[in-house]
């Protein structure tokens, strides 16, 4: 069967199912197996000779390179910027030219000319339809793109011939926390994968409470439709926790004969399953297999270095600091104090600094006093005696529970001695945003795929001869975390080790190596010595350190 009846068949499933709105994207220089072109003309030529269906052509072109830069993007620039500086500064005459790369979340140098190699064996492979090396060059992240798309596409469930063997088992899927933009996402694929899987999946509205009163209903394949856009929590949630509701919630998993339970969300997430693990020699009900999909905008969880819903959250403030921005462009000399929300966690106030060119950010993490602030403010009064005219300061909501948003503004208006005017700006909710970013929903989609995976695998060993489940092991409560390039399963019981319970942050976070590098990108000149070597008020920054 060639591309043309497979299209056809697809749509034509998809009609079947109920769907209405179809959406084909063609990419540019698209060929068959035999190399022949695949326009979207032609595309649009079959659907009319073999369905007798009118389609829309859009050609997106060069609007596809418009638009404002992402929080990711500025991000990404400052510190490959900053590695390009370091290696020129590092440079000899016999020195083998290089290329600043992500590799792994970490900014990298590899040979150019072995870069340039890599992409010209990428091209050869394509033209000599070796489809399978040309993939494996492409990198981790697009094979996994790639596999994604083709299970969660599919018109129709598969038949049960298709399926494992069963008996099928039943899963439940719940959501814990505060919602975040990729929630839905990371359903959807879920959901998908555990019925491609051959098993059963119970949605549960509202979290812990919804669970607590049965509400529990069977989800299917195109109960998931059109979900990957949408922001919010389709199912609900709150932010209760099993405390002192363990025999309620056994029973209803008892009542349901779940066999395996999903949640996603924060902190509260995690903690939910870490509570019912511990309470596994109390209850049997427990004894399944669990798995914490984390998805919080305040990205302060263990085991992962991103959360879904943090991408989304970090390009909403952002987009906000520019507008704020752009509001003072008639005021002369006004500095916004901008207060973020995350909690203990001081990762959207340092990041939105480093993306929307703060002058300062002050988080828990990093400990500061009323010489710190005037010594920032100093910087202030340098750069607006300049020919700067608005200044920009990022607080987290738990940077310091005495110097709030409205102390730090009086303090920046005292010490600036007239020179500029300050106004306060407290975020909210507003930075939870509307819809997913595109990193959001492929993290979502690609963790909901490999969670769906890992819960079947736990049930396959978990399962008794007498049919029942004994998951025990604390390999079979896991949190599922992105660490470079790869999703890993961590025990949430090897995490509680990791974890500052108090504040509800890690112990270690990756973020915090970007600190020195904000310091350095916010100081003005004149804070420099004449010979430029190192601020007059800091120590010397290693700028490697910052990096890598």
């Known amino acids: 069967m060639d591309w043309h009846d497979r299209l056809c068949e697809k749509l034509q499933k998809e009609g079947e199912g109920g769907q209405r709105l179809h959406i084909i994207i063609v990419a540019e220089g698209a060929s068959d197996l035999n190399g022949e072109p695949i326009t979207v003309e032609i595309v649009k030529k079959v659907i009319l000779d073999k369905l007798k269906r009118e389609s829309r052509i859009t050609v997106l072109g060069h609007v596809q390179r418009g638009g404002a830069t992402s929080a990711y993007d500025r991000i990404l620039a400052c510190r490959m910027g ?37 992409t ?22 697009f094979q996994g793109n790639m596999l994604a798309l083709k299970l969660l596409s599919r018109a129709k469930p598969p038949t049960k011939e298709q399926c494992c063997v069963p008996p099928p088992f039943n899963i439940a899927v719940m959501h814990v926390g505060s919602p975040a933009c990729g929630i839905n996402a990371a359903t959807r694929s879920l959901v998908r994968t555990i019925i491609y899987n051959g098993d059963r999946i119970f949605g549960v509205s ?41 025999p309620e919630i056994a029973r209803r998993l008892r009542e349901f004969n779940i066999q395996g339970l999903v949640v996603i969300g924060g902190f509260e997430a995690y903690r939910t399953v870490l509570s019912l693990t511990t309470e596994r020699g109390s209850y049997q009900e427990f004894c399944i297999p669990m798995a914490v999909i984390p998805s919080t905008i305040s990205n302060n969880m263990p085991g992962t270095e991103y959360t879904i819903g943090a991408d989304t959250s970090l390009n909403e403030i952002t987009k906000i600091c520019d507008l704020i921005r752009d509001s003072a462009r008639g005021y002369k000399k006004r500095v916004f104090i901008i207060e973020t929300m995350g909690g203990f966690c001081g990762y959207l106030a340092t990041m939105a ?19 710190d602030m005037q010594r920032d403010c100093a910087n202030m009064v340098a750069k607006m005696s300049d020919v700067i005219e608005r200044g920009l300061v990022l607080r987290c909501e738990g940077a310091n529970k005495n110097y709030t948003a409205d102390f730090m503004q009086r303090l920046y208006e005292e010490e600036s001695n ?37 819960i079947h695998e736990q049930m396959v060993k978990s399962l008794q001869t007498d049919g029942t489940m004994l998951a025990v092991t604390k390999h079979s409560a896991c949190m599922l975390g992105m ?19 108090q504040y509800r942050t890690p112990k270690n976070q990756w973020w915090m190596k970007l600190r020195p590098l904000l310091r350095i990108l916010s ?18 920054v290693d700028i490697n350190c910052t990096v890598n």
């Open 483 to 501: 660490i470079g390039p790869e999703y890993k399963y961590t025990s949430v019981e090897d995490l509680s080790h990791q974890t500052e319970f």
């Open 523 to 540: 100081t003005h000149d004149s804070a420099y010595t004449t010979d430029n070597k190192a601020p007059v008020h800091q120590q010397p």
């Open 206 to 246: 509202n979290g812990l409470v919804g669970l607590i009163a049965g509400q529990l209903k069977p989800m299917a394949w195109s109960d998931v439709i059109g979900w990957c856009s949408q922001g919010g929590a389709f199912l609900g949630m709150n932010r209760i926790t099993p405390e002192g509701k363990y």
């Open 82 to 118: 900053a590695e390009a500086v370091v290696a020129v500064l590092e440079a000899t005459g016999n020195t083998t030219p290089v290329v600043v790369v992500l590799t792994n979340n970490q900014i990298e140098r590899i040979p150019l000319m072995g870069a340039v190699e890599r």
């Open 418 to 454: 007239g020179l500029f005017s300050c106004r306060t700006c407290i975020l909210g909710h507003a930075q939870q945003g509307g819809k997913p970013t595109p990193f959001d929903r492929c993290i979502a989609t690609e963790m909901g795929i490999a969670c769906g995976q890992f």
């Open 353 to 371: 600094a480093m993306a929307a060119g703060a002058d300062s950010a002050y988080i828990f993490e990093e400990k500061f006093n009323v010489r």
């Open 120 to 141: 010209q064996a990428a091209n050869e492979a394509l033209k000599c339809g070796d489809w399978a090396k040309a993939i494996a060059l492409r990198g981790v992240f």
